[in-house]
């Protein structure tokens, strides 16, 4: 099973540019979402989605776009890079929502803004 | 809202050592607990969980109490080995769609 799919698995952005961090599942779970994870901060909780066409804000949400078109993909998009979103992305995605169920990982993509 | 504290790192030890890392949360009601492991270059993957008080959570020679007295989750194994090397993270929800994690702590097992 291939699980939960990030790509890229790495980027140099230039300050300015735009990308989308892509994030794919074939597990059938409603939930999805996006964290950061920075050295001494944990990860923080960017947007999540609880099924198709719905999608709510985390804990830092500025600077990021992210839509839910189908049940599979919740792609991540930074409209304008910064050298602040400089980070390790995950995409976590889970069955009965991360209270009471497992929140599965990608592998991370890791991202760098000059 | 809900949150964790959680022990500041880096831990070493060495093989066959006991380990503890502490584990505290301030939480409206009794929400369920949970320790993930991050192993070097790989997502998080959940280790373990308590969904009620005085639950044990246990997976690979870990366990955990969930304690409300304390307000503790406490991670422990009794004999580590180096495969155990990773970052550990404590969570639990705030509300029902987020979980909010420690600020990891980095084990790392010498031979």
């Known amino acids: 099973n291939a699980g939960v799919t990030q790509t890229p698995k790495f980027q140099v952005l230039k300050t300015g540019q735009s990308m989308t961090l892509q994030c794919a599942q074939d597990?059938?779970?409603?939930?999805m979402s996006w964290y950061r994870q920075d050295p001494g901060m944990g990860l923080r909780l960017i947007h999540y989605?609880?099924?198709?066409?719905?999608?709510d804000q985390g804990e830092v949400p500025n600077g990021y776009n992210v839509s839910r078109s189908t049940t599979e993909d919740f792609p991540l998009r930074l409209l304008s890079a910064a050298p602040s979103q400089t980070s390790v992305y995950f995409c976590?995605?889970?069955?009965?929502?991360?209270?009471?169920?497992?929140?599965?990982f990608g592998e991370g993509s890791r991202l760098t803004v000059l | 809202g809900n949150s964790v504290t959680q022990m500041e790192g880096p831990v070493t030890l060495s093989e066959e050592a006991f380990l503890t890392i502490n584990c505290t949360y301030t939480?409206?009601?009794?929400?369920?607990l949970f320790w993930y492991v991050q192993y070097p270059g790989e997502g998080l993957q959940l280790l373990l969980k308590a969904t009620k008080a005085d639950d044990k959570g246990s997976n690979k020679g870990f366990e955990a109490t969930y304690r409300k007295e304390t307000t503790s989750f406490h991670l422990e194994k009794g004999s580590v080995q180096v495969s155990d090397s990773a970052v550990y993270f404590c969570a639990l929800p705030r509300g029902n769609e987020k979980l909010t994690f420690g600020t990891g702590t980095r084990l790392t097992i010498i031979p």
């Open positions: 976590a995605s889970s069955y009965a929502g991360p209270n009471t169920g497992e929140l599965f």
């Open positions: 939480a409206t009601g009794y929400p369920s």
């Open positions: 597990m059938n779970h409603e939930y």
């Open positions: 989605s609880v099924g198709a066409g719905i999608t």
